[in-house]
């Protein structure tokens, strides 16, 4: 208060309108201000009245700039009022407060005290108030600096990944403001610049003066601030490279390739780095910059030491592995956009480790007799024609991915090439062929595994360093460092398309039969018999002759292929697939009756769970009292419940027909 140099009001506001130009005296400082109008003024909070300090408050601050109100200091770097705080000069802050109060209620202008809460700063290690007020810094005229900057982006020459992000970058450029650079910290590089002691000069130099440039004095001190840690960070590029110095390092890496960097420091770092390697080298720092988003709490929070909900990284890495950690964060996640940490996702993605390290050892094992040969073309299978088709096409797509900087679909799709594709299929279909009694089948085999293995840790590297290294270690053949490998290169003469085509269609029907099997609680132990329809000569002969996927996969004891069917199986669950309508007789395989007593038994539990989860919904107190994230939950719950229920009914139905 003892600051004040004006009254603000809003401009519409009818109650003060009148009083803008006028003065009122402050009291205590009987000082004359002026009441003037600003639209920062909220007229519905406290009396729609606000006074301002310019010299101890940041907004208070602008406006006076905008006004010219006069910037009067009363406070000193220790929390004592100073020689313009009139008759409280030399109070400590606390006890000038208090004296303030009294002497205003002394006079009969307080009107009432009221605890109000407020957002002043505190110190973070000692919770001590953080006092606001003007000093005397060094700040560096951005203009001139910005404009460059600015046209480079516009230019091309520097590309934001993903390119929304470019408006972000010049939006700040273009409304930049002169960059207070001095910083009253202990440690950092000190402001480069000196006071002579004798005639007072102020030298601002590149090295280190030893004599004052006007008067010759070597009375010099160097200025005690350290500069912006930001402004600091900006030199990094071309700093580290040896300059100003013409280094082999500085023409071999600067300018780089590419930035990445998370999406809420684009104005601190990238922005400085960027004026600053034009401004000292004439050269831009880099040429793409990929943006990547923050790692948030389960709930979308930031993770902060005032709510408590940070994750320490090491933890999660002594727990569940450093690769986990990298993979858990990647895996989904889009270009630019925030990520919650979720416990659940990372202990998927140790069991994606662990698939991959079972895999290894499974091929591993089999490969102790392995010699590397040529395999002709007449010697693979379907299966095999597929695996191969599929690796090139998931080499093309990640690389094709990680180059457009989508590293969240790139791990997506290793994954699920890897696990579904790889694990879950080919090695199941191998393990027949590896103990077939042919040695040449079993060579076949074991090259493709050995092939596919290496090649899909090349594409994973990058993702999961330590696993993909260790288990390389151990292939045949190859004793460097994956680090040093060549990346997965697409190869057409691999790619079939009819292979890939036709083992969609078989796999969809092992999915079928696996699908009636789960649906109607078949255990996994009964063979079952089979019988295909399938009108298309094609169709039949693919099925004919790949049968042996499906019996192996789905548990099937016999496969009868027909052509047409005058009469639809009796007691017979069916599935409709691309190539073939498949029936599967239930006669000795289940028993009817039980099975739909189980049945009507989930449906009631399913029913009770939809009603449960709709009363809670229904129930306004739940509603008004529970946190979003509880109400939807229990949406969540009522539609898993009503899905259930209708595939139960559903499957119900089928039985009550046959």
């Known amino acids: 208060m003892l600051g004040d140099t004006g009254v603000a009001v809003h401009p519409e506001d009818e109650r003060y309108r009148h009083l803008i130009g006028k003065n009122v005296v402050l009291p205590l400082m009987n000082r004359v201000i002026p009441i003037f109008a600003d639209s920062y003024v909220d007229k519905e909070f406290g009396t729609g009245a606000v006074k301002v300090t310019p010299a101890h408050d940041p907004n208070d601050f602008e406006m006076g700039l905008r006004h010219g109100l006069a910037q009067i200091v009363v406070m000193d770097n220790y929390g004592n009022m100073n020689e313009n705080a009139g008759a409280y000069q030399g109070l400590e802050r606390y006890e000038c407060r208090k004296q303030v109060v009294a002497d205003l209620t002394a006079q009969g202008l307080l009107l009432k005290v009221e605890d109000h809460r407020h957002a002043v700063g505190h110190c973070q290690r000692c919770d001590t108030v953080i006092e606001p007020l003007v000093s005397r810094q060094w700040f560096v005229k951005m203009k001139p600096l910005a404009e460059p900057a600015i046209q480079k982006v516009l230019d091309g020459e520097i590309r934001f990944i993903p390119e929304r992000f470019t408006k972000i970058y010049i939006n700040w ?232 900087y989508d590293l969240g679909e790139a791990a997506k799709t290793l994954y699920e090439f890897i696990w579904d594709e790889f694990c879950d299929w080919y090695i199941e279909l191998a393990k027949p062929r590896l103990n077939s009694g042919s040695p040449r089948q079993r060579l076949v085999v074991q090259n493709l595994l050995n092939e596919v293995l290496t090649t899909a840790l090349r594409l994973l590297h990058p993702f999961m360093p330590f696993i993909t290294e260790e288990i390389y270690q151990f292939l045949p053949g190859h004793s460097k460092t994956i680090m040093l490998d060549d990346w997965p290169q697409k190869d057409d003469r691999q790619i079939d398309l009819t292979a890939v085509e036709s083992m969609r269609k078989i796999m969809q029907a092992i999915r079928s039969l696996r699908n009636i099997r789960a649906e109607f609680n078949i255990p996994p132990g009964t063979s079952l018999n089979v019988i295909a329809l399938a009108g298309e000569p094609g169709h039949r002969q693919l099925l004919s002759e790949n049968q042996s996927y499906l019996m192996q996969m789905a548990n099937i004891r016999e496969i009868e292929i027909v052509e047409n069917l005058t009469v639809k199986p009796q007691k017979a669950l069916s599935a409709l697939t691309v190539i073939a309508e498949i029936y599967v007789p239930l006669e000795g395989v289940i028993d009817l009756e039980k099975e739909m007593a189980r049945l009507h038994k989930e449906l009631k539990g399913a029913q009770g ?50």
């Open 173 to 404: 450029m273009e409304n930049i403001r002169d960059w207070c650079i001095s910083r009253q910290l202990w440690w950092g590089h000190r402001i480069p610049v000196w006071y002579c002691q004798d005639c007072g000069e102020v030298i601002c130099s590149k090295e280190d003066p030893e004599r004052c440039t006007k008067c010759e004095s070597a009375q010099l001190r160097q200025d005690e601030d350290v500069l912006d840690t930001w402004f600091s960070s900006a030199l990094w590029p071309f700093s580290t490279m040896g300059w100003p110095d013409d280094s082999a390092d500085m023409r071999h890496f600067y300018p780089t390739s590419v930035l990445v960097t998370g999406r809420d420091i684009i104005f601190f770092w990238v922005a400085r780095m960027i004026f600053s390697g034009i401004e000292h080298t004439g050269k831009v720092p880099f040429y793409e910059v990929n943006i990547h988003g923050l790692i948030l709490d389960a709930l979308g929070r930031k993770m902060s030491k005032s709510l408590d909900n940070g994750i320490d990284p090491i933890e999660v890495i002594e727990k569940y592995g450093a690769d986990t950690l990298r993979f858990s964060l990647i895996t989904g996640v889009t270009p630019g956009n925030d990520v919650r940490f979720h416990w659940d996702k990372v202990e998927n993605t140790r069991n994606f480790a662990n698939k991959i390290w079972n895999a290894s050892r499974f091929v591993l094992m089999n490969l102790y007799d392995y010699e590397a040969t040529v395999i002709r073309d007449d010697e693979l299978l379907l299966v095999d024609r597929w695996m191969l088709s599929r690796l090139n096409q998931t080499a093309e797509e990640v690389t094709r991915l990680m180059e457009k």
């Open 609 to 658: 769970e939809l009603e449960k989860a709709e009363a809670k919904l229904k129930n306004e107190t739940f509603l008004a009292r529970a946190p979003q994230e509880v109400i939807e939950k229990e949406k969540a719950k009522a539609e898993e419940a009503r899905i259930k229920k209708e595939g139960i009914i559903q499957r119900l139905q089928i039985l009550k027909e046959k």
